[in-house]
């Protein structure tokens, strides 16, 4: 049974940072492309980044490009998602997301596995 966890958000100050987790197991975590999605209320699910099965490969949505770092950890089994400089406006559920390794489109509709959230809560 494919399981993803996310871990490390919460409330942060504007300018404060978060460090999320997304734990992998039941899958053959080193070939699966990984992404990080955000859901914001009344808002669509959007792609914030994403990371190649090499991790040589990664993809960010252009209002968090030079604040966010995507990293997969092999050995763990593990993504993360290191957010710098937060504004109020990333608020918003973040989920993790397996795609498998020939699925390179950030489409959400590509990834088959995903996790509960976590919620980010970016105070002004």
């Known amino acids: 049974q494919v399981q993803l966890v996310e871990s490390g958000g919460g409330l942060v100050q504007a300018g404060g940072y978060l460090r999320l987790a997304c734990a992998a197991s039941?899958?053959?975590?080193?070939?699966?492309?990984m992404g990080w999605f955000r859901q914001a209320p009344e808002k669509e699910r959007e792609a914030v980044a994403r990371?190649?099965?090499?991790?040589?490969?990664?993809y960010y949505v252009d209002s968090v490009k030079g604040r966010f770092t995507i990293s997969r950890d092999k050995a763990k089994n593990t993504m993360f998602l290191q957010m710098n400089s937060l504004k109020p406006e990333d608020t918003a559920v973040y989920y993790c997301?397996?795609?498998?390794?020939?699925?390179?489109?950030?489409?959400?509709?590509?990834?088959?596995?995903w996790g509960q959230g976590t919620q980010v809560t970016v105070s002004s």
């Open positions: 039941g899958l053959a975590f080193s070939n699966y492309n």
């Open positions: 997301a397996a795609a498998p390794w020939y699925q390179t489109t950030p489409y959400a509709s590509t990834y088959p596995y």
């Open positions: 990371i190649s099965v090499s991790g040589g490969t990664t």
